[in-house]
């Protein structure tokens, strides 16, 4: 990437909480990573309370050789340094998401579980996933949908959702007139195959049915960087941030928070 491209990659990614890179994947590695998916979804049984998600399959790096190569994947590693984010590390393995044809659509949420850390608003990303579709996305087999900026700013959707996966939204049903809603300021992030896909962990997104006959894949990696100020960061540090107290423990919650305002 040029260095305006990963700057604005960077801003982004800090204004509304996703940005994605064309062309990290090679033909031949995106060839393998389906192969791979696909046996390691055909060894699997979802369990029935994940149905929004599809297989929801977890596998480790550590375990697995091709899995391994995807979390060290150089061209991502490059990418992510270019934009600032070198010292984001992948908790060491991953998720794979489907959606066969038909299957519903993925309730809206978000994934930041310390609501009552400070750290929760960071005018930077701290947690972000690293997700990689196995074929193009489009608003017909599932794509991905963001409402931006919703990982700094409350808005109406937050008070009214059930707070996500295990912790209820798994159990909503499909016409759940709010967790399927249409929102006005809702993005479809339609990527090609070979993308790579980030977005911080408190962006409000969901995923659209898939309408095709084709299964659409997903291999997702959750990065975390240290509780540190990024070496990039130029602008204020928020006083909660910076009077944070490291040596506390704070209890993990999904539901935002004080940390969380409009
Ligand atoms: O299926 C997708 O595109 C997103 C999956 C997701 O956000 C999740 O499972 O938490
Ligand atoms: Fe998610």
């Given amino acids: 990437m040029k260095p305006e491209a990963a ?41 029935p309370d994940v149905k929004y998600q599809g297989q929801h399959v977890n596998v480790r790096g550590e375990d697995n050789d091709v899995i391994q190569r995807l979390l060290g ?37 978000q994934d930041w579980m310390e609501w009552n850390d400070p750290l929760s608003c960071t ?10 579709y196995l074929s193009d996305t489009t608003i017909e087999n599932g794509c991905l949908k963001v409402i931006p900026g919703t990982h700094h700013k409350r808005i109406d ?21 709010i967790m399927f809603s249409d929102h006005p300021h809702e993005v479809d992030v339609c ?13 409000l997104h969901s995923a659209r049915r898939n309408l095709t006959d084709q299964r659409r894949t997903l291999i997702l990696a959750w990065h975390k960087r240290p509780d ?10 928020p006083e909660v941030i910076a009077n944070r107290d490291a040596n506390r423990e704070y209890s993990s919650s999904r539901i935002p928070g004080e940390y969380l305002t409009g």
């Fill in 228 to 237: 540190t100020v990024p070496a990039y960061w130029e602008g204020e540090i």
């Fill in 7 to 47: 700057l604005a990659k960077r801003e982004q990614m800090l204004h509304e909480g996703y940005c994605f890179v064309e062309g990290i994947l090679t033909e031949d590695f995106l060839q393998e990573l389906r192969e791979e998916s696909e046996r390691l979804i055909a060894a699997h049984e979802p369990p």
């Fill in 191 to 203: 990527v090609p195959a070979r993308a790579v896909v980030l977005a911080d962990a408190r962006l």
């Fill in 123 to 132: 005018p930077w990303p701290q947690k972000m996933f690293v997700s990689y």
């Fill in 73 to 109: 994947w150089a061209p991502t590693r490059r990418a992510l340094e270019e934009m600032g984010f070198g010292d984001f590390e992948s908790t060491g393995g991953i998720i794979i998401l489907t959606k066969d044809p038909d299957e519903p659509a993925l309730y809206w949420h």
């Fill in 157 to 177: 959707l937050h008070d009214q959702l059930v707070p996500a996966h295990e912790q209820g939204a798994r159990h909503v049903e499909e016409d759940h007139p």
